[in-house]
Every structure is written in structure tokens, then in C-alpha cells.
């Protein structure tokens, strides 16, 4: 173990780590959102969240910019950002829609088993990511250099860009919008509700089928602002961007305790530090074994999670 390439770069490792634990945590919150409605596992976000990095890319190209493009004014850069992830958001919002009245929906009419769901959403996340693997023939595509990077906080050995800054930020301020939409909202007492006691809650006049869509939407909302901010952190996409960064959201929900939105954005951050700490000590191959057996240490002791399951609960 090299303690000393971890103290050395501690400040360095946890900012970055933050950064990837923000994309962590929007990307989780999908799972969040429709486990604790439904109590399923919707194994195909990570598509969800992969065709919003296209949804970006695509938008940008549209409006002439590529990877060999040079980085625009500040203004422009301010209407490019915007306009991808209203982009992403539209695009892995409506996947996510498409998804739920298509595969789930007719399985929830017919009262299917658990298993029927489970099923389902591995064979719809199969084929989006090999329908969108031979459409682009496998190859990866790159976005425009929209953000020029550059260190806007330094402190002993430690420095923060602004792309770290902003990736953090964003991440945020829109779990904190998802939250009060949820905890004060009129819709979102109809999800709490749902949530809590779903035939209770349709006796009272809510629509469970509206709700259970608004959720599906909601985290194909959150998994498309993921996809921008990955986009910009990576510079590229592909067919199976998804995958990898699926298992390590799924894993941030369960960590902060599924079906709780605070929960994954707690263990979005705290995965996304532990994989940067756990690179400096054992090697950047051994980074996922790091995370992933902390996170079964810690179900061991906590098996719902650091903040326990609540969309149904807390969410009362």
C-alpha cells in the first residue's frame, strides 16, 4: 500500500473524487426513484443515461460543433451548455418514459412476478446499447472542447479546477431541486404517497399510473444531466458508456440506502472518493475492488444503506 502517493495527493484525489461521486449520485438517483416506488430494479438506466451522452453530442453537432471544433467565447459556451443538456435531459427523459409504458407497464397490468421486471430490464438494456452500438458501428464519438480547463483554487498541494467546480455544483443544485420537488410539491406528495401505500393512495384520487411515469421521467431527467457532466469530463462517448458507470451508480444507491435521495447522493460522493483514495494506495487497477469491498462492508453493518431505505418512509 503506498500511503504516501495518498497523503501526498490527498487534497488532489478527494476533489476529483468528489467530481466523479456527483455523476455518481445523479446517475444513482434513477435507481433511488424507481426502486422506492416500485421496489424495482431498473437495470436499464445505465442506457437511459448512455443515450443522453448521445442526445449532447448529437445536439452539439447539430449546431456545427465537433471534437476538432476550437473552444467558444464564454457566451457561446454558456447556450452550448445549455443546449446539451436540455438535450440529454429530453432525450434520456423520454427513453426512460418510452421504457416504462412499453416494457414495464403491460407487466404491471398482467400483476407479473418480480422476476418478469428483472428480466425485462436487462433484455431492454441490451438492446438499446446494441442498437446504438451498430448505429455508431462501435466507435466512440467525441464531443466539442467546450470547457477549457483550468485551476481556479489552489491551496497547499491542492488544486481545484473549474470543470471540478462545475460538475459538482450542477450535481447539487439539482439533487436539491429533485428534493424539495419531492418533499413540497403537490406531484411529489403524490409520489411519496404512492411510495408509501400505493392502493391507499389511488383510493384518495391519485393516479398511480401518472406517477409511477413521472418517476421514470424524473430519473431519465437526472441520468441525462449525468450524461452531460460526463461528456464534458471524458471528452467522449460509446455504446457501452453506460455499463461500467451503471454498476458504480447502482452501487452508490444501495451504499446510501436505496430509495432514499439523500442516500445516493451520500454514497455517490463517498464512492467516487474512496475510488480516487483507493487508487493512490493499490494502483488505479484495483479501483473498483476498493470501492466494492467497502460498500459490502459496510451492508454487513448498515444492510439498508448508510441513511436506509425512505422514499416510502422518511417520505411520509
Not at 9 to 38: D, K, R
Not at 79 to 99: H, I
Not at 289 to 307: N, S
Request: net charge positive.
Amino acid at each position: 500500500m503506498n500511503f504516501d502517493a495518498l497523503f501526498s495527493n490527498f487534497g488532489e484525489l478527494t476533489t476529483q473524487g468528489l467530481a466523479q461521486g456527483a455523476i455518481y449520485a445523479l446517475f444513482a438517483l434513477g435507481y433511488t426513484l424507481v426502486y422506492g416506488v416500485l421496489r424495482l430494479i431498473n437495470f436499464a438506466h445505465s442506457e437511459v443515461f448512455m443515450v443522453g451522452t448521445f442526445g449532447a453530442v448529437l445536439a452539439w453537432r447539430a449546431l456545427g460543433l465537433n471534437q476538432d471544433s476550437a473552444t467558444p467565447a464564454f457566451g457561446m459556451v454558456v447556450v452550448y451548455l445549455l443546449v446539451g443538456l436540455l438535450a440529454a435531459c429530453a432525450v434520456s427523459g423520454t427513453t426512460a418514459l418510452v421504457l416504462e409504458r412499453v416494457a414495464y407497464r403491460p407487466l404491471r397490468r398482467r400483476n407479473a412476478p418480480v422476476l418478469a421486471f428483472l428480466i425485462t430490464a436487462i433484455g431492454a438494456s441490451v438492446v438499446l446499447s446494441e442498437a446504438v452500438g451498430v448505429w455508431t458501428e462501435r466507435r466512440p464519438l467525441g464531443m466539442p472542447p467546450l470547457i477549457r480547463q483550468h485551476d481556479v483554487i489552489s491551496f497547499a498541494d491542492t488544486t481545484i479546477s473549474n470543470l471540478e467546480i462545475g460538475i459538482v455544483l450542477l450535481a447539487l443544485v439539482l439533487m436539491l431541486a429533485l428534493d424539495v420537488f419531492i418533499g413540497k410539491t403537490r406531484l411529489g406528495r403524490g409520489v411519496r404517497a404512492i411510495a408509501q401505500d400505493p392502493n391507499t393512495a389511488a383510493l384518495m384520487g391519485v393516479n398511480k399510473d401518472r406517477v409511477i411515469a413521472l418517476i421514470f421521467v424524473l430519473g431519465g431527467v437526472m441520468a441525462g444531466a449525468a450524461a452531460i457532466l460526463y461528456n464534458l469530463k471524458i471528452g467522449s462517448t460509446y455504446y457501452f458508456a453506460g455499463f461500467d458507470l451503471g454498476i458504480k451508480a447502482f452501487a452508490a444507491a444501495v451504499l446510501g440506502g436505496i430509495g432514499n435521495l439523500r442516500g445516493a447522493l451520500l454514497g455517490g460522493l463517498l464512492l467516487g472518493t474512496l475510488e480516487g483514495w483507493g487508487s493512490a494506495l493499490f494502483g488505479t487497477e484495483w479501483t473498483p475492488v476498493v470501492a466494492f469491498v467497502v460498500l459490502i462492508v459496510i451492508l454487513l453493518f448498515r444492510p439498508t444503506g448508510l441513511l436506509g431505505e425512505s422514499l416510502g418512509r422518511a417520505r411520509a
